[in-house]
């Protein structure tokens, strides 16, 4: 199974700030199957990034994400209100796994 | 417009057995893959089952396998989610969805809660 390690657990910041959140896979993750979701209490999760890089429909262009292999990041440009979440990344290049997520609150 | 809507959630003993529905509509079902998430209270994100568009391949997370069903039926645009002998560690909303290269399309949740 590939354990995905996401980290900071909590990243501090503020309205207008950049956020950039890793997400570390135990070994290589095939065809880069990578995605990340953002999660709110009360919503169900929805999807940021898949194949890691590629922005889901009407995802706007401030967030981004990168990375291949074993190493992933989630890059938010300039954090609007409504990005203070949760955010979690998952792998399906082998039997799924989720990331234990990565808290974005305000500083 | 696609729409998930779940239901059979409840409050069930341990050991006890659940049913959760999610039918769907605004797309091509049979198409799609489709699965279920949950999420226990405090805790992260889970994967629990998915199934392939035709029924015919069905995966299980460690945790459910032997003890939940996923199954659908594409001519009722439905998925359905059969979990038995279920403990205190399955209490959790649980979330159908749609799978395309990602979940890109959720039920609205089920909350299950697991309690003698």
């Known amino acids: 199974e590939i354990v995905l390690t996401q980290s900071p657990g909590t990243l501090s910041l503020s309205p207008g700030e950049r956020a950039t959140l890793s997400c570390r896979a135990s070994?290589?993750?095939?065809?880069?199957?990578v995605v990340w979701y953002q999660k709110k209490p009360g919503r169900p999760p929805r999807v940021l990034i898949h194949a890691a890089s590629s922005r889901a429909p009407g995802i706007p262009d401030r967030f981004s994400g990168g990375g291949s292999g074993t190493d992933f990041t989630l890059t938010i440009a300039s954090l609007e209100p409504e990005d203070f979440a949760v955010y979690y990344c998952?792998?399906?290049?082998?039997?799924?796994?989720f990331g234990r997520g990565t808290r974005v609150e305000v500083k | 417009q696609v729409q998930l809507v779940e239901s059979g959630e409840g409050l069930v003993k341990p050991g006890g057995s659940l049913r959760l529905s999610c039918v769907t509509s605004g797309f091509t079902f049979s198409v799609y893959y489709m699965g279920w998430v949950r999420q226990g209270p405090g805790k992260g994100l889970e994967w629990v089952a998915y199934?392939?568009?035709?029924?015919?391949?069905?995966f299980y997370a460690d945790s459910v396998r032997g003890r939940f069903t996923i199954s659908r039926d594409n001519a009722k645009n439905s998925v359905f989610l059969q979990m038995s002998s279920l403990g205190a560690e399955d209490t959790a909303m649980y979330y159908c969805?749609?799978?395309?290269?990602?979940?890109?399309?959720w039920g609205q949740g089920s909350l299950v809660t697991v309690s003698s």
């Open positions: 969805g749609r799978w395309n290269t990602g979940f890109d399309y």
């Open positions: 998952q792998q399906h290049g082998g039997s799924w796994t």
């Open positions: 070994q290589s993750v095939r065809n880069n199957y």
């Open positions: 199934i392939s568009g035709d029924g015919g391949a069905m």
